[in-house]
C-alpha cells in the first residue's frame, strides 16, 4: 500500500438536534488518508484499487491529534524500541503482542508506514523509527508502553481513568508549531460554525 496523501475537512455550521450551533471546539473534522491496496484474485495480486481511511473526529480532538504527535515529545524514546523488540521476539508470549501490533498496523490500512521505496510495509516500519516508548506513560503506568510517532497523549488509561497532559514538546521550535497547528484548525472550526 502507498499513501497517496491525506486531507483535512473542517465541518460547515454543525447544529445540535434542536438547531443550536455547535461550539466551534465540537465542530466536525474528518481526516482522510487516500492510499491504493492490493486487488488481488486468489493469493495473486492484479492490480491496484484505490481506497481511503476515513476518521470522524470534533475539532479540538483533531487539533490535539495533530498537533501533539509522540515524535515531537520530549518523553517519546525511539532508541528504547529494539531493546523492548528483541525482548518480545525472545518468548511466544511476546511473538503474539508484536503480531499483534503488527495486525493493528496492517488494520489502520498501513497509512503512514514508508519502506522507503515509495512503498509502505509494516516491517520497514517496525524497524525504522515508527515505534517508541513514551518515558512519561511507561513511569505513570509501571510498564513499557509503545507509541507510534504520529500517536497523541491519550486523556484516560486502559481502565477509563483520567490522566494528566503528559505532552512536552522537545524543542521551542516544536512547541510553537504545536500552537500554530491547533490554533489554525480551531480557527477553521470558529469561522465555518458561524
Known amino acids: 500500500m502507498k499513501n497517496l496523501g491525506e486531507r483535512i475537512d473542517v465541518g460547515f455550521g454543525a447544529r445540535e438536534d434542536d438547531g443550536t450551533k455547535l461550539e466551534p471546539e465540537q465542530q466536525p473534522v474528518?481526516?482522510?488518508i487516500?492510499?491504493?491496496a492490493d486487488a488481488k484474485h486468489g493469493e495473486d495480486a492484479v492490480g491496484n484499487l484505490r481506497a481511503s481511511i476515513t476518521a470522524d473526529m470534533t475539532a479540538v480532538e483533531a487539533a490535539a491529534l495533530?498537533?501533539?504527535p509522540c515524535h515531537l515529545c520530549g518523553h517519546w524514546r525511539p532508541d528504547e524500541w529494539p531493546r523492548i523488540r528483541a525482548k518480545m521476539e525472545a518468548t511466544p508470549e511476546g511473538l503474539a503482542?508484536?503480531?499483534r501490533l503488527r495486525a493493528a498496523y496492517l488494520a489502520n490500512g498501513g497509512a503512514g508506514l514508508e519502506d522507503g521505496n515509495d512503498g509502505y510495509d509494516v516491517e520497514h516500519a517496525l524497524a525504522h523509527?515508527?515505534?517508541g516508548v513514551c518515558k512519561a506513560l511507561t513511569d505513570l503506568l509501571r510498564n513499557d508502553t509503545l507509541t507510534d510517532?504520529?500517536?497523541c497523549c491519550p486523556d484516560v488509561d486502559g481502565a477509563g481513568n483520567p490522566l494528566p497532559p503528559l505532552f512536552v514538546a522537545r524543542h521551542g521550535g516544536e512547541?510553537?508549531?504545536?500552537?500554530k497547528t491547533r490554533d489554525e484548525i480551531l480557527k477553521l472550526a470558529s469561522k465555518k460554525g458561524r
Open 149 to 151: 510517532r504520529d500517536a
Open 97 to 99: 503482542d508484536l503480531n
Open 175 to 179: 512547541a510553537r508549531a504545536v500552537d
Open 66 to 68: 495533530l498537533a501533539q
Open 30 to 32: 474528518r481526516r482522510t
Open 34 to 36: 487516500f492510499t491504493d
Open 129 to 131: 523509527g515508527r515505534i
